[in-house]
Each structure stands twice: as structure tokens, then as C-alpha cells.
């Protein structure tokens, strides 16, 4: 599936993109999850800190 949704991203003439994958913990259970999200190349450290 990587290969495929790496494909689709480099289309010529779109916009840079990322996959911003963040480690998130659990308040419950104390164990983390991993929350994947693809954004725009501009929008990396906004995605980040919020």
C-alpha cells in the first residue's frame, strides 16, 4: 500500500506533500498508538504542534 499512495503523491504539478506519522499515549492504558496523517509540505510544523 506505500508504494501506491507514494505513486499518487508525485504527480507533476501538484503540491508537496508528507506522511507525519506522531506516537500518541494513552491516558487510560499508558500505551501508544500511532496516529498517520498525510498534509501539505507547508503545513508539517503546524500539523506537529498541534
Aim: glycine share 8%; proline share 2%.
Amino acid at each position: 500500500m506505500a508504494k501506491k499512495v507514494v505513486a499518487t503523491l508525485k504527480k507533476e504539478g501538484g503540491k508537496a506533500y508528507a506522511k507525519v506519522i506522531r506516537a500518541v499515549k494513552s491516558p487510560k492504558t499508558g500505551s501508544y498508538t500511532f496516529k498517520e496523517e498525510i498534509v501539505a509540505l507547508d503545513a508539517v510544523q503546524d500539523t506537529l504542534k498541534g
